[in-house]
């Protein structure tokens, strides 16, 4: 049965919203910063007249707090922020990440450091999303480089949250989340395959929270809600598999974080996004993710309208970075340009992954730090350059 | 009244707490409170921070969560939005309630939520071994006030009631029998419920400011506490080294989730977004490219974004793919304005203007700024109201003085951006005249629907003529 | 009434509370602290002694 589709006209940050309602969020918690705050004012409507709840709380510290503490309870819980604000929440994001707590956390992204640039697109928190919070820890981060993905990764954003019980964050950009575009989304979420955390059975003597022997999803504890029938004690502190804190023991951190970080290295393979289009074994390859991916996918077609052989690859989901398959479309590379809109955040773990698996392909920075967008001209100059 | 023992938490005991230390005594009476409330174990969150008190509620046999340092609040605001039936509530230090957690503490007291907030006051940073609080008494010795606290202490419950909360309560671990009823009576309120315990740290606190065992510290509690009567005729300086115990407020003001949920009850509307699909009663010229750009600009206050939506809505529902991009300045009214449409029948990636088949300039610093990004056979429209324009070779250049009409003809200057996309989509066969009038009229309030009628009527046949006289020549 | 008072010395910490606000002299402190049950049939079941017990270390059972 085929859903009916429905053809919008969305803003950027009003798509995640929607996708947000479609994926099940019932819980926001927010605070106002530009270039994020229409998120919030989007839920502010929607949450009310479905039945769920919005909460603009006193600052982000706050918010994130309260959306672990909703998700505990089985809500599923988002908010959304920009540089600023992502720096704040980094604290409960952690506890977020040590309790396996599912939730979803929208940041979009300004010039930075600090206040830098509110009004201003740029890439700059990439790492940031990817180490922002302390301790050891993977991280799943999607880049939405369209309205449409605005939504629909979104979607997939709580579907990852609820599957593996981890934050993860829609990594968008000022650009994406302001500009407008045609899209086209169901009716009902009938057809979006929405995934709910799994509960363990009632009445399970052998119950322990953070136990993930023999659970449907490799290394993901199935965790009951709170006040669901079954008592235990959670803190931020290092915890053996009743949750009870146990600080006195690096083999017991050892097999904790061990555990959270490989219950998303373990299941990358069912993780990772990306596409990889044009030119196939192309000796370059173009690599852009996120808003910048707009204008090299340009670039890119115009260079092979030119007769320049020229490949695209683009990360949707940054973390866990899609290693495997950057190394596969750079098989036959010399050159790989990474444009961003920063300092070589990306370009970085590009450089890092392919010395990892011992290949020699130049990396060519193209880091545009202007308050324009990346201009298709630009990446077609530096093509032709290296070409 | 015997303490049912099935409500402690065993395995987690001996507790880790001093020898004396008042966050036993507490916790007991904590307990107390929730065994004479009769509540099923598996309805309670028992929320704490970081410090001794958060160690608290790891002895409970309920929900027990303890969180980061100072968020508690948080945490318990989210669990309690989200589940109003469950019983929340919180255990926290006096560092954690009013340093870090202060801004928390002041505005979930302002939202009077339903949380019941048991304050352990021992003046002091306990668990990380004796620094100074902002409870902490005048010219006390801590290891951060090496010579004598220069600063005074803050009023936990005075805050309280500044802030909003509609009980607030204090009394001491001395005495204990107070603590479950206080306790009680937070619970039972229907807000946001606030008792402070003074609590003796003799680790933390007592040892370094004269205490030889942890009984003086209980002796001192029990000798220097007074009830809010005895306080009201005293003198300050009599009340000086006192401790007031007592309830200082018991109020009631609607709950914070109880407004919510009045106020989702009331609403019956829905803004989920309209479904543009394409209306064949749309017809029009097919496009002349694969892609189409047009920029709008001038200044902020001239409705450009509200015109660039408008034209992009109305290329969706002629079943077209469009993408509209908006850059400004950061001024809240005048500074810069652009508005970028891109409309192709296929895929659009770069979604700004590279190259424009059609400039609206309106005024004279935007004309300058982008007349050499039209491409070679484009289209120029300046608003001649605050333009001079130039004949550019190759580009086909109009004018019309767009804001003057507006402003002198129609009444209204406000009409101008509508004029605009008249003239713009008189200019371009590919765009149907109906779909952009329905957009108009369905983005724009009843109230200015003839003004703006009008107004695009105008610029239509403005249009219209300025594009049959290109073709003319 | 003959209450029984109990002491749960693993979780005793010998802080002297139980003995210091005793109204009847029922606890008795050795020199290291630990408490111990000494005049029982002293016991009016005020409760002071179980309520004030930071460890949950004291039960009265009142008969």
Known sequence: MSTKMKVCLLQGNEACAEGAIAAGCNFFAGYPITPATEIAEALSKRLPQTKGMFLQMEDELACMGAVCGASLTGAKAMTATSGPGFTLLQENIGFAIINDIPCVIADVQRGGPSTGLPTLSAQGDVMQARWGTHGDHQMIALAPSSVSECYYLTVEAFNYAEKYRTPVILLSDAIIGHMRERIDIPETNEGLNIFNRIQPAKGRKDYRPYDAEGAAVWGVPEQANIGTGYRNYMSGCCHDETGSPKMGSHTVARQLVGRLCDKITHNRDDIVRYENKYAQNAKLVVLAYGSVARPAEAAVKEALAQGMQ???????????????????????ADTVIVPEMNYGQYAGEVERILGAAGKSVKVVKLDELGSEMILPNTILSKIKEVY | MALDKKLLRTA?????????????????????????????????????????????????????????????????????????????????????????????????????????????????????????????????????????????????????????????????????AQIPDLVKRGFKNHGFSVIEVLDPCPTGFGGRNGFKAVTQMYDKLRDNSITIEQASKLSEEELEGKYVIGVFKDSTREEYLDKYKRMVEGIKNSTAPKDLSANSNYKAEPLKAPRYECRLSGSGGQGLLMSGIIFCETMIRQGKNAVHAQSYGVEARGGKSRSDVIVSDGEINFPEVASADLLLAMT???????????KDGGMIVTDSTFVKAEKIPGRRCYEYPITNYAKDTLGEIRSANILALGIITGLNKFICKDAMMDTVLGRLPKKVHELNIKAFEEGYEVGRKMLESKEAE | MANTVSINLKWCKKCGLCAHYCPKGVFELDKFGTPSVKAEDQCVGCMQCEIRCPDFAITVAKK
């Open chain 2, 364 to 374: 004279q610093d935007s004309y300058e700024e982008y007349r050499g990004g039209v």
């Open chain 1, 310 to 332: 020229v490949g695209f690859f683009r990360p949707i989901t940054l973390w866990p970075s899609p290693d495997k398959e950057i190394i596969q479309a750079l098989n036959s």
């Open chain 2, 12 to 176: 987690e005991f001996p507790t880790i707490w001093c020898p004396g230390c008042g966050h036993g005594v507490v916790t007991q009476g904590v307990i107390r409170a929730c065994n004479d409330m009769g509540w099923d174990k598996d309805d309670i969150f028992a929320v704490s921070g970081i410090g001794c008190s958060a160690r608290t509620t790891a002895y409970m046999d309920f929900n027990s969560v303890q969180t980061t340092h100072g968020r508690a609040l948080a945490f318990a605001t989210g669990m309690k939005a989200a589940h109003p039936e469950k019983h929340v509530f919180l255990l926290l230090g006096d560092g954690d309630c009013m340093s870090i957690g202060g801004n928390h503490f002041m505005h979930s007291c302002k939202r009077n939520i339903d949380l019941t907030v048991v304050v352990l006051n021992n003046f002091i940073y306990g668990m990380t071994g004796g620094q100074v609080s902002p409870t902490t008494p005048h010219n006390a010795i801590s290891t951060t006030t090496a010579y004598g606290n220069i600063d005074e202490p803050v009023d936990i419950c005075k805050i309280a009631i500044a802030a909003g909360a509609t009980f607030v309560a204090r009394t001491t671990a001395y005495h204990a």
